[in-house]
């Protein structure tokens, strides 16, 4: 079964730190590129962070540039997404997703398959 698993949200103060990890089984992360998106209440799904199949480019929303960093680990199968200095806004449910195309979007109609998400709450 192609599936992704998405880990790691819950309940963080403002100013702090999560790391989401997405973990995919049946097929290999590294042939895909790999996106994360969220959902905030009331709001449409946006891109946050994706990257190219081979790691070689990365592309941020412009709302978590410079605190919000994706990384993968093609041995263990798994996407990541560190996130600094976070804000009430940042409050989502936080959904994986890989891309057979290769290539880094945040045209969420080209990924393939998508994590059930995870939420994430950023509050005092």
């Known amino acids: 079964q192609l599936q992704l698993v998405e880990s790691g949200g819950g309940l963080v103060q403002p100013g702090g730190s999560l790391t989401l990890s997405c973990a995919a089984s049946g097929f290999s992360l590294d042939l895909y590129a790999v996106g994360w998106f969220r959902q905030g209440p009331g709001r449409e799904r946006e891109g946050v962070a994706c990257?190219?199949?081979?790691?070689?480019?990365?592309n941020y929303a412009a709302s978590v540039k410079g605190r919000f960093a994706i990384s993968r680990d093609d041995a263990k199968n798994t996407v990541s997404l560190q996130m600094n200095s976070l804000k009430p806004e940042d409050t989502a449910i936080y959904y994986c997703?890989?891309?057979?195309?290769?290539?880094?979007?945040?045209?969420?109609?080209?990924?393939?398959?998508w994590g059930q998400g995870t939420q994430v709450k950023v509050s005092s």
């Open positions: 990257m190219n199949s081979n790691g070689g480019r990365t």
């Open positions: 997703a890989a891309d057979a195309a290769t290539i880094c979007t945040f045209d969420d109609t080209r990924y393939d398959y």
